[in-house]
């Protein structure tokens, strides 16, 4: 009989390790099901910072450009009221007034 209890408890101990080697194998298969979600969620947030960086480098450019413009315009306004050239006046106020309709057209 002591054959027999001990086949048991042994047949018992193999049956508790396949359940836990089973339990191990499906807790490795979710902790990777999860770090794979994780990765997948780390190359969205890094496309999406580069996506923002490109349009905040490119709306820094548009506003650089704005004011290179308008300070070139400033400019021409100047020299043609120091000239009393007000052909030239008005056409650098027609052109000033053209720029801030598209500065404000285009959100700045």
């Given amino acids: 009989m002591g054959?027999?209890?001990n086949d048991e408890r042994r047949d018992g101990l193999v049956a508790e390790s396949v359940s836990s080697e089973e339990k191990l194998e499906g807790i490795r298969g979710?902790?990777?099901?999860k770090i794979g979600r994780i990765r997948g969620?780390?190359?969205?947030?890094?496309?999406?910072?580069?996506?923002?960086?490109?349009?905040r480098r490119k709306a820094v450019e548009n506003?650089?450009?704005?004011?290179?413009?308008?300070?070139e315009l400033e400019e021409e306004l100047e020299e043609a009221c120091e000239a009393e050239d007000f052909e030239d006046f008005e056409r650098a106020y027609r052109d000033d007034d053209d720029a801030d309709e598209r500065s404000s057209s285009a959100g700045i």
């Fill in 30 to 33: 979710g902790v990777m099901e």
């Fill in 63 to 71: 506003v650089n450009l704005s004011v290179v413009n308008y300070r």
């Fill in 41 to 55: 969620s780390v190359s969205e947030v890094s496309k999406l910072r580069k996506e923002v960086a490109r349009k």
């Fill in 3 to 5: 054959s027999v209890e």
